[in-house]
């Protein structure tokens, strides 16, 4: 099994301002993990240097207004929204970025690598095809998918679990339904969508499925949304990629959110979509980075664990050091998987119009 | 005087310089006192040790208890509690108890103990190495810090053969101090350091003939530019030199990666001593027998093929139509070896090469220099070295922690990048001053890595993280260019 890693020293440099969560330390902390582990000499990974993306695969998914924008703000430095502003040079790293993801699938396609990690930033899962959000400038995944279908795979399944809602990966798909979006984020939470009503639009009606879990969800709620709606709908709809928007602010210590997965449970999850893309299409299975803001307790374990899952490595040493118990416990909210349990039953009971296996169920 | 000495596998080589180069070339079975009496007193010692590093890693007898602390992350099987995270803070304490226990349980030759992060904090290593003490003298033991930089399983490959190794270095001193107080060891990436450095860490020596041959062929020839074929006993080295310098490469020992760097050299398995029986075969016996050895060997082909090496009425009885192809076997594969590099020139060394390369020129239509002395320059190599090392910091405002080269040291204060460059700047300077290098080769002191990124708490950025990597390049000394 060998794994790719897509990585770009220019990923450590984009920095809305010095004090964002969203800024060079939260790589850095990563690298310097992969690079003890030794990781760049072990025979499972290649590393692959990506170019940005070109105006073609950006155009595939991004409006010419919304692009023309960026490129002229990020001469000057400009403005999104609270959370996203645009510093100078800002389209350069953005379409790196994007690169980063485009050098992943297109690795997985033509067989060079098993599967594929885009430790890329900025993120891009916020990002629409008119506007930026949310830290997010140009949407890397729905990018990487039109690239993949381009490269021949007409199927794509998104797996979005990183802690917020992908609400711009969900709009750009939403009646398409070539792309599956299945999506698993704290609710009530920002940016305020991704309900279990939602589920896709015209031609992409029962395309798009949302997990939302209460603050204080574990690893036990994620392996039951894998067994209980992922696994099944992944084995009917059939795709020939998976796609991981593989966000990292689930983690116990993340300071941004409230969920409370642990680096072993990031890496038993993508354990399981690795076994699933085994399954389903020939291990043909893409991850990019989005959030994850724990920079120093959480990321360097749970990228690790990611890789180590992706490259098929053992996990057992892959955990938190011990310093850090107190805070998983209270991070914990024991009644949160009883909701997950019930809120699965009303998604299945909606899915169960478009898809035979929630049928099958009841 | 500068003196340089390359202890090879059958002879010992000593080249003097200064005004004149003297080279001279004792066989190893007179001992190595016979060496040491053609150093003068006076100038400065260079010692390569390749040799008798490289038996000792190729056939090592001895037996490798290996301590490994892998605390989070990827999994090593028999790991012991314990660990330091990125940041070099201790998350999880040592259990002495469980130290002893395995210390008592599987006694071996000698001790290697690795802890991941270790070249953050070297605490845990050095505690556990406390209480190893009571287990194995200290010339046995070898802790994974003092190698300064990240790579943990290249780490514990290169700490185990440390172990192995460090005793040897640590007799070999002790010989030559036994003659000559002050020298240094020459390093296979073709720099020197001090006795001190390689005691603590002996796989800066491991496989430095290439480096060697390397520096003394561009210092003999000038040829910036070219192939440097070194044909010794039992091998025939090629290392390409660029712009003067030869390519380094990271070396892997035992299928492992190491954190050995070394002078990137492709190796034939013929020289001047292979047998050869019904052909050339990639065997030594002895010598040959123009040099009174009892079976033929390249060296007597050549005489056949109408040379005139050693006592060369010796070398008749070989079959001429076998002593001709084995040298038209030798010149063929070692031809397709050059030819792979498109080499614009080639500069031939050793004691053969006088024969064999313009054989080899005229096959390959590359042409071909002979240095004079070229047969030591190995030796030659050795003796007009400089001193070099590498400083690898890591410094964390944060934790009021600086690490350079795996020890603690007190956190220097600045304001700006540039300011810490600087900083390193005069530190490595310092230490190469410290360890005998000739301050005219420190005034390019090349900065090789630099990041530096803020820490933010709480919305504030209180803290500063910076990785520094400066280098004292090796090369030839400025004082004979
Ligand atoms: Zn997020």
Known sequence: ????????????????????????????????????????????????????????????????????????????????????????????????????????????????????????????????????AGFCYLNNMAI????????????????????????????????????FFSSIHQSPFYPGSGYISET???EGEGYTVNMPVPAGTTDVSYRYLFTKVIEPLAHEFRPDFI?????????????????????????????????????????????????????????????????????????????????YETLLSGAVDPSAHLQVIETTRDLSAILAQYWRCFRDLA | MLTGMDIGGTNTDVACISDDIFCVKVPNELGFAAALEHVPAKGRLAVSTSQPLNRVIAGSPLKVQSIIIPGPGLYYPGGVSGAINHRGDLVEAVDPEEVRRILEHNPADVLSISAKFSVRNPGI???IAEIAREYYPVEKIAVSHVLGRLNFPARIATTELNACMKETVLGISGMIREHIADFYYFKGDGGLVAPGLAHQNPGLLYNSSSAAVALGAYYLSREKDCL??????????????????????????????????SVAAQSLPYGGDSYIGERLEPTRIGNALAFGG????????????????GDSARSLVMDPDIAYEAVRYYVSL???????????????????????????????????????????????????????????????????????????????????????????????????????????????????????????????RNETIADVVMQVAPGITAGVL
């Open chain 1, 1 to 132: 099994m060998t794994t790719g890693i897509v990585y770009h020293p220019a990923y450590l440099s984009h920095e809305q301002h010095p004090a964002h969560p969203e800024r060079k330390e939260r790589l850095s902390y990563t690298l310097d993990q992969l690079e003890e582990e030794g990781i760049w000499d072990d025979p499972r990974i290649i590393r692959i240097t990506p170019a940005p993306a070109n105006e073609a695969d950006i155009s595939a998914v991004h409006s010419e207004e919304y692009i023309t924008f960026l490129r002229t703000m990020s001469r000057t430095g400009g403005y999104i929204d609270f959370d996203t502003n645009i510093p100078p040079g800002l389209y350069d790293s953005a379409r790196l970025a994007a690169g980063g993801a485009i050098a992943a699938a297109d690795a997985v396609s033509n067989g060079s690598v098993e599967n594929a990690f885009a430790l890329v930033r900025p993120p891009g899962h916020h990002a629409r095809s008119g506007m930026g």
């Open chain 1, 144 to 179: 990487m998918v039109r690239r993949i279908q381009k490269n021949g795979y007409k199927k794509v399944m998104i797996l979005d679990w990183d802690a917020h809602h992908g609400d711009g990966t969900q709009d750009i798909f939403y009646n398409d339904a070539s792309v």
């Open chain 1, 200 to 202: 896709g639009y015209g």
């Open chain 1, 243 to 323: 796609a991981v928007s593989a966000g990292q602010d689930n983690h116990f210590t993340d300071p941004l959110t409230g969920l409370a997965l642990t680096a072993r449970g990031y890496a038993e999850m993508m354990q399981r979509a690795v076994r699933l893309s085994g399954d389903i299409c020939e291990g043909r299975l893409v991850a990019v980075l989005e959030g994850g803001y724990s920079v120093e307790a959480g990321l360097p374990y749970t990228n690790l664990g990611v890789i180590a899952a992706m490259a098929g490595m053992d996990l057992t040493g892959i955990r938190e050091p011990g310093a």
């Open chain 2, 125 to 127: 290593e050095e505690a």
């Open chain 2, 228 to 261: 440097v074929i070194d044909i010794g006993g039992t091998t025939t080295d090629q290392v390409l030199l660029r712009d003067g310098k030869p390519v380094m490469e990271r070396i892997r020992i035992n299928d492992r990666n190491t954190l050995i760097e």
């Open chain 2, 294 to 309: 009892a079976e033929p060997t390249l060296t007597d082909a050549l005489n056949c093929c109408g040379h005139s090496i």
């Open chain 2, 334 to 460: 070692l031809s397709d070896a050059v030819l792979s590099y498109k080499p614009k020139k080639i500069v031939g060394t050793g004691y053969l090469a006088r024969w064999l390369i313009p054989l080899l020129s005229r096959k390959t239509g590359v042409p071909a220099s002979l240095p004079e002395h070229g047969e030591s320059a190995n030796a030659v190599g050795v003796a007009v070295s400089r001193v070099s090392m590498t400083l690898w910091g890591h410094f964390d405002t944060g934790r009021r922690r600086a690490v350079i080269n795996g020890e603690l040291v007190p956190l220097p204060a600045w304001n700006d990048d540039d300011d810490l460059i600087a900083a390193c700047r005069e530190k490595v300077r310092e230490m190469a001053l410290r360890a005998g290098a000739d301050p005219e080769d420190l005034k390019e002191i090349c900065l090789v890595y630099f990041n530096s990124y803020d820490v933010v708490r709480q919305g504030y």
